[in-house]
């Protein structure tokens, strides 16, 4: 099945820095990427995602590359504002495995001002 | 948008005792409703999938026998863990998705918090 690795496991910025979370899976047929913010004893919530016939996402302060090629996908956040801080997961649904997703193990970020 | 109400919100059960968890899309039809478990500072851990109707598909490692899911209709999944016992005791999260999936995406409930003394 398919395998979704995150790194780092936890990340420290400073106010106004930038942040960046990386993800590779391994399933080529994957094809859609979807990026999580949960806070604590809360919900995963929806931040921003990719499919694979797209290389560059963005949102506002958010945004995601993909790159098929080498399988890996990354979250970057910039202008970090302490509300960011939070537990950031990736997934990864694999085609036609009824629509499953497999999640990253998660980083924790800290924006510190 | 697409909501799922997820209830209780946090329960405390004995050990040996059972327990139920439900999803509802509260305004769309979810035809599909996937389980997960959450461990703390740990990932999700997909569980089991279920479709409308049909039986649930299980995760290698989760017994179907202990962990009871039902989706007898389009708006209500439930999770039953049977004879729960401390290392039952998790965070459990339910996500649906519609058959126009692509417009909702994935909505998960707010999840679960089991404690099993």
């Known amino acids: 099945g398919e395998n979704v690795e995150q790194h780092p496991s936890t990340l420290s910025v400073q106010e106004g820095d930038s942040a960046v979370i990386k993800c590779t899976y391994s399933?080529?047929?994957?094809?859609?990427f979807p990026w999580y913010k949960q806070e604590l004893g809360k919900r995963p919530q929806l931040i921003i995602d990719?499919?694979?016939?797209?290389g560059e996402k963005k949102d506002q302060r958010i945004a995601v590359t993909l790159n098929k090629t080498a399988k890996h996908f990354s979250l970057h956040i910039t202008e970090t504002q302490p509300e960011d801080s939070a537990v950031y997961f990736c997934?990864?649904?694999?085609?036609?495995?009824?629509?499953?997703?497999?999640f990253g193990t998660g980083t924790r970020l800290q924006v510190t001002l | 948008g697409a909501v799922v109400s997820q209830h209780p919100s946090w329960v405390i059960c004995k050990s040996g005792t059972s327990v139920k968890i439900e999803c509802r899309s509260l305004?769309?039809?979810?035809?599909?409703m996937f389980w997960y478990r959450q461990f703390p500072k740990q990932s999700l851990m997909l569980m089991a999938t279920?479709?409308?109707?049909?039986?649930?598909?299980?995760e290698q490692g989760v017994e179907k026998d202990k962990f009871l899911i039902n989706h007898a209709s389009l708006t209500l999944s439930t999770l039953t863990v049977t004879s729960a016992h401390p290392e039952d005791s998790s965070f459990y999260i339910c996500?649906?998705?519609?058959?126009?999936?692509?417009?909702?995406?994935?909505?998960f409930g707010s999840g679960t918090r089991l404690t099993v003394v």
């Open positions: 996500s649906a998705r519609s058959m126009g999936g692509e417009l909702y995406g994935y909505t």
């Open positions: 990719i499919r694979s016939n797209v």
């Open positions: 305004d769309f039809q979810a035809t599909t």
């Open positions: 997934a990864a649904r694999v085609t036609g495995t009824a629509s499953k997703l497999t």
């Open positions: 399933d080529s047929a994957s094809n859609y």
């Open positions: 279920s479709n409308e109707g049909s039986k649930a598909t299980y």
